[in-house]
């Protein structure tokens, strides 16, 4: 069955500096997605960022990139100039692409930004 | 543009009463439809989900049950609420690259 593992309950960042939150998984699958959610204290959650494990280039949306290792089945997520407003729980999520769609999230990880 | 919206946000309820919560879609039409639940710590498990009218499967045995009575309408249903049932239910509706959009989130209470 196919897992995903988020290490760190909890990251800390300063204002404008970079940080990188950690997520693997694993699967006996070839083909798949990778997401990236976001869930402010607000609570909704939306997505940040997905990467389909075919490509070889990491996904980007503005300061939002991945880092996917496929062979080490890694996707961790960069944010770069972190803002106040990235304060949130952030999920790894992982789809085999079948037709019910049903994804696959980690435990989250709790992303503090310090101004 | 599409949206979801889900409905209480907040319910408290007794253990062994009812419980229904509800989920609509609009803007797009036949979507495949999510019922997760999000407890600390524990990240999202999905309950149900429906790929149409009528139709629902059950990823986990529990006290919960869902409906889908119209294309765009999700319900959550329960006829006698365990404390166990207690945490935040999410909605969601899935593209067909598998992204998923939620709702606001019901936060149920089971005292």
């Known amino acids: 069955a196919q897992t995903v593992t988020q290490s760190q309950p909890e990251m800390s960042v300063q204002e404008a500096e970079t940080v990188t939150l950690s997520c693997t998984y694993d699967?006996?699958?070839?083909?798949?997605?990778l997401f990236w959610y976001k869930q402010p204290p607000s609570r909704q959650m939306i997505l940040v960022i997905r990467q389909e494990a075919y490509k070889q280039q990491n996904a980007t949306e503005n300061r939002f990139s991945v880092n996917f290792q496929k062979a080490a089945k890694s996707f961790s997520l960069k944010i770069s100039d972190s803002q106040l407003g990235d304060a949130a729980m952030y999920f790894c999520?992982?789809?085999?692409?079948?037709?019910?769609?049903?994804?696959?999230f980690g435990k989250g990880t709790k992303l503090s930004v310090k101004p | 543009s599409q949206t979801i919206h889900q409905w209480p946000a907040t319910l408290v309820q007794p253990v062994g009463s009812p419980l229904s919560l509800e989920c609509t879609v609009e803007?797009?039409?036949?979507?495949?439809l999510y019922w997760y639940r999000q407890a600390a710590g524990r990240g999202l498990q999905l309950l149900f989900y429906s790929v149409g009218i009528g139709q629902i499967s059950s990823e986990v045995p529990q006290n919960l049950s869902a409906s889908r009575p119209q294309d765009r309408q999700f319900i959550l249903s329960s006829k006698k609420l365990l404390l166990s049932d207690s945490g935040f239910y999410l909605c969601?509706?899935?593209?067909?690259?598998?992204?998923?959009?939620f709702g606001e989130g019901s936060r149920l209470t089971v005292l």
């Open positions: 969601a509706w899935a593209t067909s690259t598998g992204e998923l959009f």
């Open positions: 699967t006996s699958e070839s083909d798949y997605y």
């Open positions: 803007g797009t039409s036949n979507p495949n």
């Open positions: 999520a992982y789809w085999d692409g079948g037709s019910q769609g049903n994804l696959i």
